[in-house]
């Protein structure tokens, strides 16, 4: 049986939350809200409740999860290694939408860090997930609560779809209002490592890191297969059943267009005009950004209720937070158009 609890976002009520925190510790899993997507938690201490995670997900056992905190005393029951050099992120960038990949203490089960040495940290600003997280009182593993592949979910709706029936509560907190997962950056390594983009732009980290390094394979144009230095990072994800087109050349649109005449197009608002005639999606505009990522995974997930049999999507020019989104779109992209 899954209970299905809905809050006021801003001003949850602490006696439902504190049920759903009861769950947590009787060692169940629960969906809750983050600002990113939502999260599938469990007691990260909890080896039983974390395996459940991945069965209910159907999660590989070695694509690692998140640890979220809300308080940064939480650190010294998974960290092992001076927080120093991350501490300037931490000021900025805590509680919100920012990953640090830390070396691990040993009292973090392997089940959590998928067997790496490593272990991921964050603090979340959302209202529900920072009081839901106070209530559990303990460090809470979460991965996104959708069915592993699929696009994480930015709305209760979306986790219902995937989730309903085989987890314990969905705490429903409207949608997620950056719509794409966190920024991660390892600081487990000689120098921090931008592991995956995300709401908190590059050049916004890079103002307080300066050394930030950047791995080939976010930079690469191409797909070609590279092995990426973070293990979730390697299977096709974000993506609709259905077949994606990434139009990540405008100069080949009009190839594309009529190689395909009967597939319906997801592009900003700005590019309507070119598709008369052709059933569109509208993702966001250009002129807010942001808006393109928070509705992303919405529109990934509507594909699959389209009648076509293949989609295209017009991609961005990657930079600041549509740098993020392009990540997610090639990952999603069965063939990427140079
Ligand atoms: P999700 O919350 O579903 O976006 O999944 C968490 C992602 O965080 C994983 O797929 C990994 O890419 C990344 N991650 C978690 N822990 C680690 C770690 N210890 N080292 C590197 N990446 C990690
Ligand atoms: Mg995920």
Redesign the pocket.
């Known amino acids: 049986m899954t209970m299905l609890i809905r809050v006021d976002p801003l001003k949850p009520n602490e006696e439902i939350l504190r049920k759903a925190a009861e769950m947590i510790k009787e060692g169940g899993v629960v969906a809750f809200p983050t600002e990113t997507?939502y999260?599938l938690g469990a007691d990260c201490f909890n080896t039983t409740a974390v395996l459940k995670i991945f069965e209910i997900k159907k999660r590989p056992a070695d694509?690692?999860?998140?640890v979220h905190i809300h308080d940064k005393n939480q650190l010294a029951l998974l960290v092992d290694q001076s927080y120093e050099r991350a501490s300037a992120i931490i000021d900025v960038f805590w509680p919100g939408p920012v990953?640090i990949?830390f070396r691990?203490k040993p009292a973090v089960p392997k089940e959590v860090?998928?067997g790496?040495e490593?272990?991921?940290v964050r603090m979340p600003s959302h209202p529900v997930a920072f009081k839901f997280l106070q209530l559990c009182g303990t460090p809470i593993a979460?991965?996104?609560a959708n069915l592993s592949g699929k696009p994480?979910p930015t709305r209760a709706e979306h986790v219902i779809d995937d989730l309903y029936g085989t987890v314990d509560a969905i705490i429903d907190g409207g949608e997620t209002p950056f719509g794409i997962?966190?920024t991660?950056i390892?600081f487990?390594r000689e120098k921090p490592v931008l592991?995956?983009p995300g709401p908190a732009t590059v050049e916004e980290i890079q103002r307080v890191v300066s050394d930030l390094q950047i791995p080939e394979f976010l930079l690469k144009k191409t797909d070609e297969p590279v092995r990426p230095?973070?293990?979730?990072?390697s299977y096709r994800h974000y993506a609709p059943e259905k077949p994606v087109i990434l139009v990540a050349n405008e100069e080949r649109l009009d190839e594309v267009l009529s190689k395909y005449p009967d597939a319906p197009v997801v592009c900003p608002q700005e590019m309507l005009s070119r598709f008369y005639g052709r059933k569109t999606i509208v993702l966001g505009t250009l002129k807010e950004p942001f808006t393109i990522a928070q509705q992303l995974f919405s529109v990934l997930r509507q594909i699959d209720s389209l009648t076509a049999d293949v989609a295209i999507v017009i991609g961005f020019e990657p930079r600041g937070i549509l740098f993020s989104v392009m990540n997610r779109l090639r990952r999603a992209a069965t063939e990427i158009v140079e």
């Open positions: 997507v999260g694509n690692p999860l998140i990953t990949i691990k860090t998928g790496l490593t272990v991921a979460a991965p996104s994480s997962e966190s991660i390892d487990s592991l995956r230095l973070s293990p979730g990072m």
